[in-house]
Nanobody, 118 residues
Framework: QVQLVESGGGLVQPGGSLRLSCAAS????????MGWYRQAPGKQRELVAR???????LYADSVKGRFTTSRDNAKNTVYLQMNSLKPEDTAVYYC????????????WGQGTQVTVSS
């Protein structure tokens, strides 16, 4: 079994910063892409950022230049540094990882609330 545990959400004022972390643990043989989605109330879950084991990244247009994702392959951990936060960034943020145990499967974190408000 694989578990993804997130941390780092919270309440921040517009223009502020937060850093999310997500650590994968369990019977992991290998990890492929890791990343972040978010879901705001009444909206569909959307991709925020993705990173490959080699460090190639992909970002949603709405966060380019403000958010940065990184990973520590040795620790099976992915990070999301969020700067210049806006009220429209308010959402539950979910990390995910594509992991090989006995087969390739995608796993999700429990979600962490990010609220941007004055």
């Amino acid at each position: 079994q694989v578990q993804l545990v997130e941390s780092g959400g919270g309440l921040v004022q517009p223009g502020g910063s937060l850093r999310l972390s997500c650590a994968a643990s369990g019977s992991i043989i290998s990890t492929d892409a890791m990343g972040w989605y978010r879901q705001a109330p009444g909206k569909q879950r959307e991709l925020v950022a993705r990173i490959t084991p080699g460090g190639s990244t992909l970002y949603a247009d709405s966060v380019k230049g403000r958010f940065t994702t990184s990973r520590d392959n040795a620790k099976n951990t992915v990070y999301l540094q969020m700067n210049s936060l806006k009220p429209e960034d308010t959402a539950v943020y979910y990390c995910y990882a594509r992991v090989f145990t006995t087969t390739w499967s995608s796993y999700w974190g429990q979600g962490t609330q990010v609220t941007v408000s004055s």
